[in-house]
Every structure is written in C-alpha cells, then in structure tokens.
C-alpha cells in the first residue's frame, strides 16, 4: 500500500490539482495527514473486524471441542423433519369468559414440556406465540399416547372407591335386572357411604367397557357431588366412586423415588411421593382416617381404596394403608422406574385446568426436511454465484470487494447463527434460510450504492482516493438510513409475527447487522488501502474504476494541462458535451479554463459534501 | 455490456440522457392508480385469492421421493380411509404428490397418511402430514396486517425525521403501498396459492420497497439541497426543483438496475429450485412473492415514489416560486438552457 500515492483531496483548491487521471504518478504528490489518518482508520477498522471474527470463532471452537455444540447452525423442525403442533388452551367451564393469562400459559408450557419428556420424548420444544398459543415441536412422529397427554385437560380429583370390577362390562344375562337392585336405605353419611350407590349406577357400572374409547366429554361431565364409574385402563378395572374428595388444585408437589421401610431400609420399590397444600393435607388426613378404618375393619375392603383421576379416568387406586396427618403421602405398589415418573407427572402437573385443541399440525419427515434444506443450500450457492459473477461484470476487478466483503457477511452470520443456536437455542428454519439468501441481494445492494457513489464522484472529476473518501461520506449515510429501514422491519415482523415469519425475519435483521458491521469494517477499509495501489488508485482500465470509462470531467494531464476527451475530436457528441459543460459551468468564461470549471465544480461539490454530513 | 451500462450511467449522471420520470409524473401517477384500481377489482371480480390451506382451514399430505406419482392412486387411498370430501390430489414436482383434502380430525388423519403411504409405496419418512385449523390462517393474517400497520407508523416516523420532510415519508409509503397492492393484484390474476410464507415474502417485499426509496430519495436530497434558500450552488440553481428529483432518479437508476438485478438472482435460484424441484412449498411462496414484489416495488420507486414527492412539493409557493424563477430566467438567457436534457427529455 503507497500511501503517499495521492492526497485525499479535502479542499477544492487541492483537489482541482490532483490528478484523477492514469498520470497519477505525474501528478504533484503532497502527502498529507489526512490520507495518511484514512489509512490508519482503515487498518484499524480490518483489525477490528479480525478480533471480533476471531473472538466469535474461538467461542466457536471452544464450544466444538468442549463438546458443547457442533459445527452446523441447529436446524428447525422443517429441515430437521418432525412433529410440530400449534395448540390453543381453552379454560374450563367454570372459568368461561376469562381471557387466558401469561402465567397460565406460561405454565402450561412447563405443563407440557413435563408431559412430553414424561414420554420420553427427547429433544421436544414447547414454546409460547403471541400471547396466545402454544407451539409443540419434536423431532419424529409422535405416538397417540403423546398427542393425548399434550392435549390433555388436567382436571385431577381424588375420591374413594365404593366398589371395583373388572374392566369387562358384566355379561348381559349376568347383570342385576334394575328392580332387584336396592334403593339406597338413608342418605349417604359420607363419600365413601355404599347409599351413594343408586340402581342407574349399578346399570352403568355393569355395562361399562373400559377397552371402548369414551367421548373426552363424557368423562369429564362427572359430577363431583355424585358418585361415579370409571376405568383404569391400565389394570383393566372399573370402579363406583364417591364424590369428589380433593381437587387436583390442592396437591403442592409429587415426585418419585425409592420407597423406604419403616427402619428407612431401601425396600427396592419404586414409590409416588405425593405432598398436599395446607387444605389438602386436612382433607386427606380426614380422608385416609375414615378409609383406613374400614380397611382395618375388613381387610381387601375396596372401600379403604381412594382413585385418582385425571380427566375421568383412573390412573391410580391406592388402599390407605396409614392415617396421613402431614398431607405427605407415598403410594407403593409394582411400579417401575416408569410408571412412578409418569405417574408423579401427572399427579405434580395434573391440576391445571386448561385443556388444548390443536390449532394447527405439521408432521414433515426426515427426508423432506433434509432435502429441503439441500435445495436451500444449493439456491444459496448459485444465487451467491449469480450475484458473484454479475458483480465481476459490472464492477471488474472491483467485484472481488464484493465477493470477499459476501464471503465476510457470511461467515459473520454463520458464526451469528451457530453461536445463537448455542446459546439461545436458536434454530434456522427453512424460511430463515430463504431470509438468508434473499440477505445476499440485499447486502451486495450496500456494496453497490456505495460503488455507484465513488464512481459518481469520479464522474465529477475527483481523484480516485478523494472520490473513495467522498463518496464514503455520502454513501455511510445512504446505508445507514436504508439499513435502518431494514432492520426496523425485521424487528417489527419478529416481534409482531408467528410462526415461520420470525424465523425469517430473525435471518434477516441478523444479516442487516452482519452487513453494517462488513460495509464499515471491511469494504470500506479495503477501498481506501485498494486505492493507495497502482492497479485501482491509478484507475487502471479493469479496475472498475477508470475514469476514463466513467467519462470523468474534467480531464486533466498533468497539473492543470487539459487533456481533450476522447470524444471531443469534432463529433456531434462532443459539441453535445461542450455544451454540456458550458451549462455546469459558472459564468461565460468556462472555454479559457479547465481551472475554473474544475475549481468550481469541486468547491461546490465540496460544499455539498459538508453540507449534506453535517 | 457492462461498459455500455456504464456508460449509461455516465451520460444519466451528466444528465446528457434523462428519463422523464417527473416530467410525465401525471402520466405515472394516473397509470399506478389504475393499476392499483384494477389490483384491488381483480381479486373482486375473481372471488378472492387462491388461499393455501393454512388460511382456509384443511388437511395437507405431501408424498416426496416416489416413483409412483399417479394421482388416482391417491384419491382412491383417501377414499378408503376417510369419508373426507373435497379432496384434491395434485402432482406438484417431480416424484412428489401432494394431496389436500377438507379439514380431518385427527385420527382421520393419522388414517389417511398410513393409507397414502401404502398406497404409494413409501415409507414413513416420506410422508408430510400438515394440519390447520381454521383459527389459525386468520391468527396469522391478523398478526400480519398489524405488523404491516405498526412497520408503516414507525418508518414513516422514521423517515420524516431521516429526511426532515413528510412528504418524502407520504411519497415512499405510498409507493410502498402500491407495491403491495399490485403485488397481491398479479396474485389474484395469475391465481398463485397465497400461504403464510407468501405473506412473509409480502412483508419483505415492503421493507425492499422502502429500502429503495430511501437510496433515491437521498440523491433526491442532496440535489435539491439548498435550492429553495438559494443557497445551492448556481450550477445547480439552474435547474427547477423538480428537474433536479427527476435528475436524482436518473442518476440512481444504474444503481436502482444494479440493485434489483442482485436482489433478484438470489430469488430467483430459489424460486427456480422451490418450483421445480421441490414443488409448492415454503420456498416456491417466498420467493414468489420476492420476486414480483422486488421487481414492482423497484418500479414504484422510480414511477410513483419521486413523481408524487415532486408534486407534493410543488403544491407549495416557494417551489413553484422557485421554479418560475428558473424557467423565466431560462427564456431570457436563451441559449444553452434550451438544450436542458429535463426540459428536452431523451435527445437523440
């Protein structure tokens, strides 16, 4: 780099005797200290750009060898394949007209979450969107049982157990004729009280099938002040049930763990711990008073029993085997490790009273999504191609400021994506990777204006090096604003949209950013020191920047010699463009001096230069 | 061909070559509201847009990666597993069916993918089941106007402080707001299928629209700069105020050229491979959606961005003031103002 090559021109005077012409090297060097602090800001602006790259690639590297993450940007489900299920909560009756709150969501997020990893689903992300929905994504296809647990209303209650059978429906000529069945004699003392039992429950109770699907409403229409049949499909049982002892809404916490003998010996049992709140823990204590009483009385009474249900249905019917004072209860029995967590699970998340509906479901399938993410990738190539090739064209050896300047955008954003996938789980989705190609145009169209900017500044006579330095001026600003209008979109679509449109609208602010931070650190920088060699300072013929083949004007050989233009050899353009520049010129005087049009041309486009910046 | 664009570039910088963009102003803007006119009857007369499935509500099946494409095939298999109506079952890329039917419950379904993929031989990885409730086009089309709403309020907001002049602000969104209009006119005419990602495409074409305005209307600044104070230089006191808009545009439509071109080679390798390749799909509707709004919007800014600011600006006195003074002084110099290239448009 030959700094001392030409002047930055920073006054019209000084300006009009710079040579903007190939006799640069003829022309009367002053070396000034204004060329000499744009070099500086240049290389200074190249390292700063190589410590933030090498910064970003070392957290990179750290992360890859600490074994914290991968080398490829974490891809969304649609280009990963996948189930993802956009569920909006519906309230309870009982809670009609009530606009669901953030909290509720929120927690019906956690909800979820916890059910969906109950199932052992890995790698499953449950999200909130506008407020209002909830997103479900995991990868493969989910299992019915999975898609049931996520919709789930969780309306969980505890009541006891009157009678049990098998989950078979009573053959018909076994079944009691309804006139025999006796009316309950007195009015049920408590729930666990036989009277609760009336004919049409027995008639119900004997016919019920708990391996036939029941309607989700007809499950849930159980009245909690009357007694009632369920299932528990899981042991192929069926029960008469007393009325509602305590709401799912009482229990605090439950977990699972190894159940432990009096001695506090591991007795190898796979146990539910289960913990009231303050209400539950008297209702229960009440409650396991009067069952373990009668299980004492009778041993095998069903009537010790109490049932747990979520939903309708029975997913646990436990015999109180101790009087329960401090609402901590464990329930023992043949689990496995499996059946305590999904049964603490449920018992712990259980009381939420928001049920979902599937808005809106996708399931794309592993070879969809990779082969989606293949075409995007080769669209991303050819386009970059396409850009690369019609820039080379366009601005000849200049092209290459673009093409690295992409080659720097790109790497930024790649380094941008996989570290926020990293960190913030960020993950691109096919509309992202479209936001990231369409981002190619939108960056080169930087490198443009800026180009267009310098090569009008030549047009209008300047040196190359002040014509980099002017058009600079102007085009940083051009950028900002455009950018700005950018960046404002893309964070109005984040923050506004759903869905896809985030993704999108997160590539393309990104690349908004990663642009800014090249535009200023890079190309800029890379034309100022480019501009102090031979090759494009000197406006050698391909650099796309000879100003012969921008028509500048004037023209100049030396200091102050006109050379004529090319095309001022007595056509009929050239009288066109002596006319011309009589018109730009200032005054009737123009013919005598290339010195005065010069002079006044730059003074004024210095003016409007300054002007303009502020 | 790069050296005639340049120069092209040289003689519309000089203003040797100059397109009558203000000059005919009446003439763009009265064309633009037609067009707008008639974008918003087509979709009118046509009975609405071609809505995907995530705006009308239904069940979407798409079988990729088979050899088997027959579309029977698939009608028959939807038949045997649902009694779903208003199936259509449609070849939309090499190897890929793709099969919409009116919207199924879930475990219909689950039924009818199971029954697709037997059907066509495939295996559960090639079969993509889509879902939509009829809620959610209409959560997503509700987010969008008002993203589209709030995006308008702040960049005009932005803008009129950028360029400290409203009009600029009115004249950009206007223009805007015709690209976006037409846009969803050449939708409903060629009948393209409108989904979630042409909308997003919608919303970039907007952000792409403005984006453009603001690069000319800054040329537009600086060479009005200055002219109503008589501050500006004598060169440029010279020509009107709108002389000078029109010159402005002129002097960026290489670089409006340059920039469409780049911006629509990228959309376009997607487009070419989202169509053809993949079929419909996320990347066919983005891009399409791109690819007619960059090319509309680059034109709005030349055709109705600049020549609406003129005329906003030449309702006021001064300018009309300032322009009078030109053109007076023109008649009475005579001589080389006549050759004016606004005045005289096109020479040659």
């Not at chain 1, 711990?273 to 299980?295: A, D, P, V």
């Not at chain 1, 050896?397 to 941008?416: C, D, H, K, N, P």
């Not at chain 2, 009005?224 to 545009?249: C, D, H, M, Y």
Request: charged share 20%; glycine share 8%.
């Amino acid at each position: 780099m030959a700094s001392d090559k030409d002047t930055s021109g920073r006054s019209g005077a000084d300006e009009s005797k710079t040579s903007p012409s190939k006799a640069a090297s003829r022309a009367p060097r002053t070396v000034r200290s204004g060329s000499q602090a744009a070099v500086s800001t240049a290389k200074r602006g190249l390292v700063a750009l190589a410590v933030l790259t090498i910064a970003l690639a070392g957290i990179l590297i750290y992360g890859v060898t600490t074994d914290r993450t991968g080398w490829d940007p974490k891809l969304a489900l649609d280009l990963e394949g996948g189930t993802q299920m956009v569920l909006s909560p519906e309230l309870q009756e009982a809670q009609d007209g009530q606009e669901i709150t953030q909290e509720q969501l929120d927690q019906a997020v956690e909800i979820i979450r916890q059910r969906v990893d109950g199932t052992g689903v890995s790698e499953a992300e449950i999200s909130t969107q506008s407020g209002s929905n909830i997103v479900v994504s995991m990868p493969g296809v989910p299992s019915s049982e999975t898609r049931d647990l996520i919709q789930t209303s969780a309306q969980m209650a505890f009541r006891p157990v009157i009678t049990t059978a098998e989950g078979t429906p009573t053959p018909e000529e076994q079944r009691t004729p309804v006139e025999d069945i006796p009316e309950p004699d007195a009015e049920p003392t408590d729930s666990s009280d036989p009277n609760w039992v009336t004919p049409e429950l027995v008639k119900e109770f004997e016919s019920l099938d708990c391996a036939a699907q029941r309607p989700q409403e007809e499950r849930k229409a159980q009245d909690p002040e009357k007694a009632v049949v369920a299932c528990d499909p899981a042991n192929n049982a069926k029960y008469i049930l007393g009325p509602l002892e305590i709401p799912g809404t009482d229990i605090d916490d439950a977990s699972y763990g190894m159940a432990n003998n009096q001695q506090g010996m591991s007795t190898g049992q796979y146990a539910v711990n289960l913990q009231f709140n303050s209400e539950g823990t008297e209702t229960f204590k009440e409650l396991s008073e009067r069952l373990y009483q009668i299980g004492q009385a009778q041993q095998g009474d069903p009537r010790s029993q109490f049932a747990i249900l979520l939903d309708g249905t029975v997913i646990s019917a436990p015999s109180m085997n101790a009087v329960i004072n401090d609402g901590s209860a464990q329930i023992t029995g043949s689990f496995t490790e499996e059946d305590a967590r999904f049964l603490s699970e449920q018992l712990k998340y259980g009381a939420l009273p928001v049920s979902f509906s599937i808005e809106s479901e996708q399931q794309i399938s592993a070879t969809l999504g990779s082969n989606q993410l293949r075409m995007g990738i080769i669209a991303g190539l050819v386009g970059l191609a396409l850009v690369c090739v019609y820039s080379m064209f366009q601005y000849r050896w200049l092209g290459l400021v673009t093409i690295s300047s992409l080659l720097v955008a790109g790497l930024i954003t790649y380094f941008a994506i996989t570290l926020l996938g990293w960190s913030a789980n960020y993950r691109l989705s096919l509309a992202g990777v479209a936001g990231l190609i369409v981002a190619i145009g939108q960056t080169a169209d930087s490198f443009i204006v800026y180009f267009e900017r310098i090569r009008d500044e030549i047009r209008a006579g300047r040196s190359i090096p002040a014509a980099v330095d002017h058009g600079w001026k102007r085009a940083r600003q051009t950028v900002l604003a455009a950018k700005a209008v950018n960046l404002l979109a893309a964070v109005v679509l984040y923050f506004v949209a759903v869905g896809n449109v985030r993704g999108f609208a997160f590539t393309l602010g990104l690349t908004a950013i990663a642009d800014l931070l090249v535009v200023f650190l890079f190309t800029h920088p890379v034309m100022v020191l480019l501009t102090r060699t031979k090759y494009f300072g000197g406006g050698a013929k391909n650099s796309g920047l000879d100003p012969e083949a921008l028509d500048a004007v004037p023209f100049y050989r030396g200091a102050g010699r006109v050379r004529s233009p090319e095309d001022s050899d007595g056509l009929t353009i050239a009288e066109r463009r002596r006319r011309q520049k009589a018109a730009e010129t200032p005054g009737d005087g123009a013919a005598d001096g290339a010195d005065v049009s010069g002079g006044s041309s730059a003074v004024d486009q210095t003016e409007q230069t300054e002007g303009s910046t502020r | 061909m790069s050296n005639r664009l340049a120069r092209f570039g040289n003689d519309l910088h000089s203003g040797r070559k100059s397109y009558p963009f203000v000059e005919k102003r009446r003439l763009w803007l009265s064309l633009t509201v037609a067009l707008v006119v008639l974008s918003l009857l087509i979709p009118v007369v046509k009975g609405g847009f071609n809505l995907g499935i995530d705006f009308t509500g239904g069940s979407e099946f798409t079988v990729s990666g088979i050899e088997n494409t027959d579309v029977q095939t698939g009608e028959q298999a939807v038949a045997e597993s649902s009694d779903a109506s208003g199936v259509t079952v449609t070849n939309i890329a090499p190897g890929t069916v793709r099969v919409q039917t009116e919207q199924l419950d879930d475990d219909q379904t689950l039924a009818v993918k199971d029954s697709l993929q037997e059907a066509y031989g495939a295996s559960d990885d090639q079969v993509t089941s889509n879902f939509v409730g009829p809620t959610w086009g209409q959560g997503v089309t509700q987010q969008a106007l008002w993203g589209l709403l709030i995006f308008v309020l702040l960049a005009t907001v932005l803008m009129a402080l950028y360029f400290r002049t409203w009009k600029m602000s009115v004249s950009a969104v206007a223009a805007m707001m015709a690209t976006i209009v037409i846009t969803a006119g050449v939708y409903s005419l060629v009948d393209f299928e409108v989904t979630p990602s042409a909308v997003i495409g919608f919303l970039t074409v907007l952000s792409y629209s403005l984006y453009d305005s603001v690069v000319v209307f800054d040329k537009v600044r600086e060479n009005t700069k200055g002219l109503l104070s008589g501050a500006a230089p004598e060169e440029r006191a010279k020509r009107t105020f709108s002389e000078q808009i029109n010159l402005a545009v002129n002097q960026t439509l290489v670089r409006s050229i340059n920039t469409s071109i780049v911006g629509i080679l990228p959309v376009g390798a997607i487009l070419f491979i989202g169509a053809y390749l993949l079929g419909a799909g996320t990347l066919k509707d983005l891009s399409l959606s791109l690819f007619v709004g960059i090319i509309v919007g680059t034109i709005a800014t030349m055709f109705v961005a600049a020549p609406l600011y003129s005329w906003l600006r030449g309702l006021e006195p001064a300018v009309r003031d300032q322009e009078r003074k030109v053109l007076d002084a023109r008649q009475t110099d005579g001589a080389p103002v006549t050759a004016d290239p606004v005045q005289a448009g096109p020479r040659e």
